[in-house]
């Protein structure tokens, strides 16, 4: 005759069936404890709650069978695509302005933990006023002539451009560029925005520029590739340059601002997406990130406005390196994203002002939007060196009969290509 | 540009085409902004059924019986049991424009808790321009509250005229069988405050649960295909329509948009159900997609039906060898123009204005 079960049994049986209500162990005697440990082991119940709970009797006995049984808590870390270490990142900052304390306290929680390249106009007088607590080197007019050479360059670093020199120093792989009147803004929830944080994010999860994906990036937390999306296709590409935006005062043209002096933007668009392969965009230097190694040499600072001044209604340098990047990412193969993040844009400048040197900006982007339009390159170009001189050699020959501007652009693009290649080996041979 | 003009209602240009198998109970919901619009219903599905429409709509309604008597040996291009269906609605209506919006699909809430008039946004993104030919990082330029941005040129500021308006969803999200068995349980809470243009050359997927389009400048490339039963493939009908109408929109110079209204999904159909349709279009989809890509419509091709004709015979020739299945998709696409132009006689020879852009 089989034997009856035992009180004790019934009620571990019983246990067993109801650990996942149980919250505390530690009353239960030694041995019952141990009995109950060992049936649910058996019964494969012994999950990491569960573990937990008889860990936290403090028992010996448990804790040593535990180690003898070499019992571990896994932990499944979430891996993002790429991993970015801080020390990867410059920030680099043009400094339009003398005293950049009040800027950098603003994004003193953001910049922090990254180094940081601040470069000086060198129409710039004076001493720049930076606070403690910071990672930085700076670079001044001097600095920069002694890397370019002081005869006439047809590189030039003045006003906006400043900031290419930070670029062409870095070693880094990534860098994120702000504009020295930007300060942190806030998301439609009230919280403040990293904008590095989120560059960084958009450099290290791939890009889909061969087809429009209608919920926008599909790499982000709740959303995915739709329907109608080829399975090929949504692996997706490397990100070169991430363009973000700007709330309050929006990037626009003198007319436009001229035009509607009391307009600020205020709608977040919650959305980060990739520009299409072959769509051409209007890149704001203001405020972006980009991968140096993939695309540093095509972030050219060439295009330079006869009266171009310090206000970024009278530059269209960012518009002319942006479309550069552009065709060179859509030739080589990678993305360039825009969207979030937003900067908070402060105001400054007077619109109808600009408006008397703007016009020329104006008339030349009619020209260069369709010279970009059906740029192409070789298949010979591989690297964006490569590219940067077939473009070069590209607006000499069609754009430079509309503008001498142009003819100085060619020039640039050349020379620059050349910096790059010296600045960059010299500092890889001081890193060897 | 400094005041904000009432959206027009157009409530007698504008017809709303609906497929239905079940009921049309959804509509209660949508009244307040759907009562002053003329309804298409086509019905899927066993015609001897009765579908019940809720009072106060003015509607036709039409079923397999009905599409069979109108268009005789010709409805064979209209596909049974399955929403594709819904295209004859397009094909019937004497409207210059049709929102088009699936039965499971109720009013949704933008972030302040209001309700969208999604008809309403529709409107507004048909009747201004699009800007197909340089991406504007702020999105829609002519919204409240935007612009175009430093940079783009001046001569592109016109824009072209918008011929699709493709709206979003917000619950239960557009995705393929595959990803709704993996992440089943995924909503879309994201509610994204841009309508942007879809760049000219970039295909996209056209979802037809919440879309909008211009008759008159498109009409005839929004052919819903072959789909459901005796068919090899489903849920590939609003897919084919988008590819063809990207195409030829890209080929006009007409725009297509994407983004806001949404909508609020309700229903998450049977993924298992889904994959079984979708299998052979997930594979054939990578044969489609570089055919779109590199597709080239003649210059002469200057009305949709001319170009739609053109990308019939494409088909023919380069997918047939794909499976046989489109050797008899490129006839549909045939008796679908031919069966268009005998509804729509004063269409037929009519030129699109801007003609076929370089």
Redesign the interface.
């Known amino acids: 005759m089989r034997k009856p079960p035992t009180l004790l049994s019934l009620t571990i049986d019983i246990a067993l069936l109801n650990l996942s209500h149980i919250s505390d162990l530690s009353f239960l005697p030694d041995h019952v404890l141990l009995e109950l440990f060992l049936r649910t082991l058996r019964a494969g119940k012994l999950t990491e709650k569960i573990l937990k709970l008889f860990v936290a009797t403090g028992k010996d006995e448990i804790l040593s069978l535990i180690s003898e049984l070499n019992i571990q808590l896994i932990l499944t870390p979430v891996l993002p695509t790429i991993n970015i270490r801080d020390d990867e990142v410059d920030i680099v900052i043009g400094a339009l302005h003398l005293d950049l304390t009040s800027f950098m306290e603003d994004w003193r929680a953001v910049f922090s933990r990254f180094h940081l390249i601040i470069v000086q106009d060198p129409d710039l007088k004076g001493d720049l006023k930076i606070p403690g607590g910071f990672s930085f080197d700076v670079y001044t007019k001097s600095d920069i002539e002694s890397v370019v050479g002081s005869s006439s360059s047809s590189v030039v670093f003045s006003g906006y451009s400043c900031r290419y020199f930070g670029y062409l120093v870095s070693h880094k792989k990534y860098i994120i560029s702000i504009d020295d009147d930007c300060t942190p803004a806030k998301d439609?929830k009230g919280e403040l925005i990293d904008a590095v944080a989120q560059h960084i994010t958009n450099l290290m999860t791939p890009a889909t520029p061969f087809?429009?994906?209608?919920?926008?990036d599909p790499f982000?937390k709740?959303?995915?590739?739709?329907?109608?999306?080829?399975?090929?296709?949504r692996s997706g590409v490397q990100c070169g340059l991430s363009?973000g935006?700007w709330l309050n005062l929006?990037?626009?043209?003198a007319p436009?601002q001229a035009l509607?002096p009391g307009?600020r933007?205020?709608?977040?668009?919650?959305?980060v997406l990739t520009?299409?392969?072959?769509?051409?965009?209007?890149?704001?230097g203001i405020n972006i990130g980009f991968d140096r190694e993939l695309v540093g040499p095509a972030m050219v600072p060439a295009f330079r406005l006869a009266k171009e001044g310090k206000f970024?209604?009278e530059t269209?340098e960012?518009?002319w390196s942006?479309m550069c990047v552009k065709v060179i990412c859509d030739h080589l193969g990678y993305g360039v994203k825009?969207g979030l993040p937003y900067v908070w844009r402060n105001e400054r400048g007077n619109a109808v002002e600009s408006l008397k040197k703007e016009w020329e900006g104006?008339k030349l982007?009619?020209e260069v939007?369709p010279f970009f339009?059906s740029m192409r390159l070789s298949q010979g170009a591989v690297t964006a060196e490569d590219c940067v001189i077939e473009m070069a050699a590209a607006v000499k020959e069609r754009l430079e009969p509309l503008d001498p501007v142009f003819a100085r652009a060619s020039e640039a693009m050349v020379e620059w290509v050349k910096l790059w290649k010296v600045v960059t080996s010299r500092l890889s041979n001081f890193a060897a | 540009m400094a005041s904000v003009s009432p959206t027009p209602v157009l409530k007698d240009e504008l017809d709303i085409v609906i497929p239905t198998i079940r009921n049309l109970d959804f509509l209660e919901m949508w009244r307040p902004f759907f009562q002053p619009y003329h309804l298409i219903i086509v019905q899927d599905g066993d015609p001897s059924k009765t579908i019940k429409v809720p009072d106060g709509f003015d509607y036709e309604l039409y079923n397999r019986n009905d599409i069979n008597r109108i268009l005789g040996p010709k409805a064979s291009c209209i596909s049974f049991k399955d929403s594709a269906c819904r295209c004859f609605g397009y094909m019937v209506s004497k409207k210059k424009y049709i929102f088009t919006i699936d039965d499971d699909c109720f009013v949704a809430k933008d972030p302040s808790g209001k309700e969208i008039n999604a008809l309403e946004q529709h409107i507004k993104n048909l009747l201004s321009p699009s800007t197909p030919f340089f991406f504007n990082t702020l999105y829609d330029p002519y919204q409240e509250g935007a612009d175009f941005v430093r940079g783009y040129p001046f001569s592109l500021r016109e824009g072209v005229p918008t011929a699709v308006s493709h709206g979003l969803w917000l619950n239960i999200p557009d995705y393929d069988a595959p990803t709704q068995l993996v992440k089943p349980l995924e909503r879309n809470t994201r509610y994204v405050d841009a309508i942007m243009t879809v760049p000219k050359g970039t295909l996209f997927p056209m979802c037809g649960m919440n879309l909008a389009f211009n008759r008159e400048l498109i009409g005839p490339a929004m052919y819903f295909g072959l789909m459901g039963d005796g068919q090899p493939i489903g849920r590939y009908d609003d897919m084919w329509a988008g590819w063809c109408t990207k195409v030829i929109c890209d080929h006009l110079g007409l725009g297509v948009k994407t983004g806001l209204p949404y909508i609020w999904h309700s229903k998450a159909s049977n993924p298992f159900v889904n994959l079984k349709k979708e299998y052979k279009g997930i594979y054939w989809q990578e044969e489609l997609i570089p055919f779109f890509q590199s597709v080239a419509l003649p210059k002469d091709c200057a009305t949709v039906q001319k170009c739609y004709l053109e990308l019939s015979k494409q088909v023919k020739a380069k997918l047939g060898k794909v499976d046989d299945y489109f050797n008899k998709l490129a006839d549909a696409m045939v008796t679908w123009i031919e069966a268009w132009d005998e509804l729509n006689p004063s269409s037929a020879s009519a030129e699109v204005a801007n003609g076929p852009k370089k």
């Open positions: 439609d087809f429009f994906n209608t919920l926008y982000r709740g959303t995915d590739f739709v329907r109608g999306y080829p399975f090929s296709l363009c935006l929006a990037d626009y043209d436009t509607k307009q933007n205020s709608r977040f668009v919650d959305a520009v299409p392969a072959r769509a051409m965009l209007p890149v704001s970024r209604w269209v960012d518009i942006g825009s104006v982007m009619e939007v339009q």
